[in-house]
Structure formats: C-alpha cells, structure tokens
C-alpha cells in the first residue's frame, strides 16, 4: 500500500478510450457511441486530455483536435472501412481483426510511454466485448516494456452481447471489470466475476428547458383537437427486449376502453419492427408513416402536423435533439419499458426534460415508481395502462413527478459521474501503487529505461500482435 496521499487531476492523469463506437455518423449504432462520445467530451472538458479510438469515418481525418486539443479522436481502421460503407458493423471481423492487431503498439509507444515519461497516470477505458481481446494485448505489451504497473485499466460491459466470445479469467486478471447497473453487476456474478459499477451519464445540455411553446404546439398536434387525448412517445431499436408489442397492445386497450391515443414512434431498421406494426394492424390501430430529409424542430412539427389523423404515426427520418426533448416535455408518458435495459439511458434523456418515463424494472436503478417515474414489473400491457388511466386522475401527481424526474437526472450529469470514477481510480491506485503528484515530474530514470528497451526491441515488436498472451 502506497503511502502517499495523492489524487487524480488532469494534470497528473490521462485517459484513452478504446470503443468500436465513436461520434461519427458512420460509427454511431445505438447509445454506445452516445456513451463514449459524451464521456470523452466531459473529460476533456474537466480538463483531462482524452484519446478516444474508434472506428471511425473512413472520409474523415485520421485524428482530430477538439476542445484545445484535450479531446483527440483516432478513427481507426479507416482503410478497411473504406471496403465496408454501411457503418461501424459492417466488416465487423475485418475491422475487429486489425483493431487487435495495431492499436496495442501505438497505445504503447504514442500514449503511454510519452506519458510516464512525464510522471503521469493512464487510465485505459475498454467498452464492450470488441475492445475484450486488445485489452488484454495492451496489458501484455505494457507489461513486456515495464511500465503495465503505472496503468490502470477498467474494461466496461454495458450488454449481454457476445460475452461467449471472451476469456473472461483472462480479461478479469488484466484489468478491472466495471458495468453500468447494478442489475448487470448481478448478470456478471453469473460469469464468475465481480465488477465495479459506474453507471452512465447524460450532458449538462440535457437539462437546458426546452421551448415551452414547441411543447404546446407539439400537444396541440398530437391531440387533435381533443384534449382527453393520450399522447405516448417510445423510441428505440426495434428488439423484443424493448417490448414494443407491449407498448402497442396498451395502446390498443387504451383506444378499446374509450381513451383515444397519438403515439409516436422512432424505430430501427431491425425485422422486429413488421413484427409490431402487424400487431398494431390487427389490433385497428391506425398508423401513419412520416417522412423528412434531416430537419429542424419546426420542420418536424410542421410534417407531423401536415400527415393527418392517425393512432399511431411512424417517424422515418433521422429525430434532431431538440424535437426529441420537445417531446418528452410534451407527452404524457415515453415508453422506455424495456424487459431487459443494462441502464437505461433514454428514460434519463427523458427525467431531465421534465418529462414522464415508463421504465421497465431491470438496469434503471434510479428509477422509483410514482416518485420519479413509472416502473413497470410485468410485461402485461394493462400494468402500463392501469398506471397511465391513474395518472390521469391525479394530476397533481403528474407534476410532482415531472419536478422529481429532473432533480434525479441533474444526479447523473457527466461531471458527476466523473466524480464516482475518478473515486474508484484513486482506489484503484492505491492498490497498484500508483504516486499520484501534485504536479507532473519527469521519472528521468523510467525514460531512458523505456527508450533503451524500445530499441532493443524495434525489430521484434513491429507487429504487435506477437506480444499476445
């Protein structure tokens, strides 16, 4: 146990996010990039300067500058990219294969080294089975050059998604596992294993009020011209384990029992999706399909409002930010009532915006029902109705729980999510023994040591994949 009293700072620690997600269009899939996107810009907000390496666009720059040159986005395998054009997971072998391959040796020699030459900490962050494998290369690259034991080295799982393809004993001994929620810490002890929880975040932006009037109109739209109207939101890939044909057959009983509902509708482009439409088909509800070419927030009303009467209006064009919060705002209730949910993160989207999240009961830990949202524990679809028709007659309790929603959400801002991290960091260590200075110092003596071992080994270590375990 170390005796110093140190603590993480940007001026005494650096990070590097390895995820096959990113911020480009091209790498963006689902929340994970979302997820690394927004944490990289928060660290590299609070200061820390934050490499974060990705498959990324194969037309844009190699690397890129952000925040004063802080933030350093890597898109990786470019030139593999270039022969797959439909996005992050298409050639999913190929580019994970040279991902493996040459990440480990540029971390080592462009990151690390450079970095404890100057008396600083990295923290390498893994997200997800695809950076499983190149974590664990790193760690025995660095261990071969002397210089894993200044490392810290997390590896967070935020799905279920290929764990087979894992050496789990492996990945554990190499770096310390972490997951989202404590409904997947509990999945991870079926694995054997035992992870530290970090859970997710959402920007401060998030919490910025949305245009009351845009809400208004929006509401206006929605109900067509009858006030008694639910308006219902859900949002997301179209997967059995969003229950969407829950969401649909509430819907439909809703209508059935004499309360007419607009719901909106933002899919993927998953076959589960003919799937709920043809229930809602069959179950009379009326659906309308909406089409834009990317616009802005009054666009996007203004197409809704010019598609005409509907139970159920099918958003097929891409949703920008601001008519997504408008939304939640505005609904009486989004949909997030997933079955399985490792976070949860559209329900927070939607608690900042003061708007009212059905969640189901699995990864949404800060979710309390009728405090700040409603908590679904059954896939019947009368639960969501039951809870919606009481809602309904308590208005008071609406507001209250809208007001709850946002003070809950402004708890899992970034910043301070950061704040619980860089704890477990300082942690971490502690246990590795890791000096924490208040300000950088050159180890002169770890340099020259680093810089004779490259030497010696530049002819053996050109391809880093000979340093596997």
């Known amino acids: 146990m170390m005796k110093l009293d140190g603590a993480i700072s940007p001026e005494n620690t650096l990070f590097v996010l390895l995820c096959f997600e990113g911020p480009d269009v091209y790498s963006t899939a689902g929340g994970l990039g979302t997820r690394v996107s927004e944490l990289s810009e ?59 391959e040459s990440v480990p040796y540029h971390i080592f020699s462009e990151i690390v080294r450079p970095a404890v030459a100057e008396g600083k900490t990295v923290v390498i962050l893994g997200e997800d089975w695809h950076t499983a494998e190149v974590m664990c290369r790193t760690s025995d690259l660095l261990h071969w050059f002397g210089v894993r034991q200044k490392v810290l080295m997390l590896w967070n799982l935020n799905s279920l998604m290929s764990l087979h393809r894992i050496d789990w004993g492996r990945l554990n001994f190499v770096t310390t596992l972490c997951t989202v929620s404590k409904y997947m810490k509990h999945k991870m002890w079926e694995l054997g294993v035992n992870p530290l ?15 009351p009037e845009a809400v208004e109109r929006l509401r206006t739209i929605a109900r067509r011209g009858d006030p008694n109207r639910f308006f219902l939101f859900k949002i997301g890939r179209f997967d059995p384990d969003k229950r969407w044909i829950m969401a649909m057959e509430a819907v439909a009983r809703l209508k059935d029992s004499g309360h007419p509902v607009t719901l909106f509708v933002r899919g993927g482009i998953e076959p589960h999706g003919a799937d709920v439409f043809r229930h809602a088909y069959h179950r009379g509800l009326h659906i309308q ?65 003061q708007g009212i999240a059905v969640t189901g009961s699995t990864g949404e830990d800060y979710a309390v029902s009728f405090e700040n949202a409603i908590v679904t524990e059954t896939d019947d679809p009368d639960e969501i109705v039951g809870y919606l028709l009481y809602l309904r007659r308590h208005p008071e309790k609406q507001e209250q729980m809208r007001q709850a929603s946002q003070v809950t959400a402004r708890q899992f801002l970034w910043d301070r999510v950061i704040d619980n991290m860089v704890g477990k960091l300082e942690f971490l260590a502690r246990k590795q023994n890791i000096v924490l200075p208040a300000s950088s110092m050159i180890d002169v003596e770890t340099d020259a040591h680093i810089h004779e071992q490259v030497a010696q080994e530049v002819s053996v270590v050109s391809n880093a994949s000979r340093f596997k375990a």
């Open 42 to 100: 928060a660290l590299a907000t609070q200061g820390y300067t934050t490499h974060l390496i990705y498959i990324g666009d194969p037309y844009k720059p190699s690397v890129e500058h952000r925040l004063d040159g802080r933030l350093i986005l890597k898109r990786w395998s470019q030139w593999v990219s270039k022969y797959y054009p439909n996005g992050v997971y298409d050639g999913e072998e190929q580019k994970l294969y040279d991902y493996n």
């Open 197 to 211: 929880v970090i859970p997710n975040g959402i920007p401060t932006r998030h919490l910025n009020p949305v245009n």
């Open 289 to 353: 399909d909406v089409v834009a070419q990317r616009p802005n927030l009054q666009q996007c009303l203004d197409a809704i409002e010019q598609a005409g009467p509907a139970d159920v209006y099918n958003l097929r064009f891409f949703l920008p930010e601001e008519f997504v919060r408008t939304t939640y705002a505005a609904a009486d209730a989004t949909l997030a009532n997933s079955g399985h949910e490792p976070f949860g993160l559209v329900a927070l989207e939607v608690m900042a915006a």
